[in-house]
C-alpha cells in the first residue's frame, strides 16, 4: 500500500507565519504554499530577532524541500505562501506550478502580485507548466489527483483581501485537505467544500481570534469558530494552526476542540515540535530583552564598584 507522507515545514506554531506543506507519495513530491513571513508590526513592536531566527530556518526547511519538488501549488498570493523575491523564484524552474487564477477572482493587489511572479520575475517561462488551480482537477497518475476547490473567500465572504483556494490531495485511499487562510472556515460554502470532499485529514487556518472585535468583527470570527467545531465533528484529523495561533490563548481554543475530537491539533504537536507562538509572545519577548540588557548593565556596574 502507498502510503501519503505529510510534513509540515512551516507553521505559526512553529513562531512564523507559514502554512508550507510537504506531500509525498510513492516518489512524487508536491509541495504546497512554500513561503513565510512574520508580522511587521504586532503589540506595535517589529520582530523580535528570535522571530526572525524562527522565519530564516523555517526558509531553510522550505527552499531544501523544495529544490526536489515535482508540483508546487501556490494557494494565493500573500508573502507567507509563496516564494516572491527575485533571488527566490529560480527555485521554480522545471516545476508543474499549480496556481490560484491570477487574472479573476483576484484582489489587485494579488493580481500585481501574480504578475510581478509569472512575468516580471519570468516564473512562467522558467517553470515547466503553469496550470490554474481554480475548480480544476490536475491528474498526476492513475488514482493521484490533485483537486482545486472553486475560489473561497480570505476570510469572510466579500473579504477585501481576496480569494484562496483549498486543495485537495487524493491518491491510495487517502484523502488530505490543505485549506489556507479560510480562518476556520469564517465561510460556510468553504466548509460545504470541505465536507464534500469526505477527507480524512485537514490542515486548515483557524480563525482569527486575536483580531476579534478589534480587525474582524466578532460575529465573523464567531462564525469561524463555529464552522471549525462542524469540521472537526466530521473529519478524523484536524491540524487547526497559522490564524488561530496568533492568540495566546489557542492552546485553551485547542483544548476544547480535542472535546468534540481527541485528534485536533496544532501543526507542532502533529510533526512533535513544542507549540511556540512567538508572534503572540512579541511583547514578552522584547520585555524580556530589555529586563536581560539593564541587568546586564547594572551587572557591569556592581563589577566597576567591586
Ligand atoms: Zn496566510
Redesign the pocket.
Known amino acids: 500500500m502507498v502510503e501519503v507522507k505529510v510534513k509540515i515545514l512551516g507553521a505559526d506554531s512553529f513562531g512564523s ?1 507559514s ?1 508550507a506543506t510537504s506531500l509525498e507519495v510513492g516518489g512524487v513530491k508536491i509541495l504546497i504554499d512554500p513561503g513565510v513571513s512574520y508580522a511587521p508590526r504586532r503589540y506595535g513592536l517589529p520582530p523580535h530577532p528570535v522571530e526572525i531566527a524562527r522565519l530564516n530556518e523555517i526558509k531553510e526547511r522550505i527552499l531544501g524541500e523544495i529544490s526536489d519538488a515535482d508540483i508546487v501549488i501556490i494557494t494565493h498570493y ?1 508573502y ?2 509563496y516564494l516572491y523575491k527575485p533571488e527566490d523564484v529560480e527555485y521554480y524552474r522545471g516545476k508543474v506550478l499549480l496556481i490560484k487564477d491570477p487574472s479573476s477572482n483576484i484582489n489587485v493587489s494579488q493580481r500585481i502580485r501574480a504578475h510581478r511572479l509569472l512575468k516580471t520575475n519570468k516564473v512562467s517561462e522558467i517553470a515547466k507548466s503553469i496550470n490554474i488551480l481554480d475548480s480544476s482537477t490536475y491528474i498526476v497518475d492513475k488514482d493521484f489527483v490533485v483537486v482545486g476547490s472553486p475560489p473561497v473567500p480570505h476570510g469572510a465572504e466579500g473579504s477585501k483581501l481576496g480569494y484562496v483556494v483549498m486543495v485537495l490531495i487524493s491518491c491510495c485511499g487517502e484523502k488530505i485537505v490543505h485549506a ?2 479560510v480562518q476556520g472556515p469564517m465561510s460556510r460554502k468553504a466548509l460545504d467544500v470541505i465536507l464534500s470532499w469526505k477527507p480524512s485529514l485537514v490542515i486548515i ?1 483557524g480563525p482569527p481570534t486575536y483580531f476579534a472585535g478589534i480587525k474582524v468583527e466578532e460575529d465573523k470570527v464567531n462564525q469561524g469558530l463555529s464552522n471549525l467545531r462542524k469540521l472537526v465533528e466530521s473529519v478524523d484529523t484536524v491540524i487547526v494552526d ?1 490564524h488561530f495561533a496568533r492568540d495566546l490563548n489557542y492552546p485553551s481554543y485547542l483544548e476544547e476542540l480535542r472535546s468534540i475530537n481527541k485528534r485536533v491539533m496544532s501543526a507542532a504537536e502533529y510533526m512533535g515540535y513544542p507549540i511556540e507562538l512567538l508572534e503572540a509572545r512579541r511583547k514578552e519577548l522584547w520585555k524580556k530583552e530589555k529586563a536581560a540588557n539593564s541587568d546586564r548593565a547594572s551587572g557591569e556596574s556592581f563589577l566597576e564598584v567591586d
Open positions: 507565519r502554512m500573500h507567507d505562501h489556507s487562510d487556518s497559522h
